[in-house]
């Protein structure tokens, strides 16, 4: 019961954050752009 209560709610959540499909594809977009930055900066500083 909970299970359905909690994706009910994590769904409703998204909607309202991401109203249409290019929204959430732009959002899609940002994190891979972040996450390639990231590696970006980290990496060097590893490989030193």
Known sequence: ????????????????IFPSPKEKFNAFLAVGGLISAMTAAIVPIFKG
């Open 1 to 16: 019961m909970q299970l359905i209560f909690y994706r009910t709610k994590a769904g409703n959540i998204v909607k309202a």
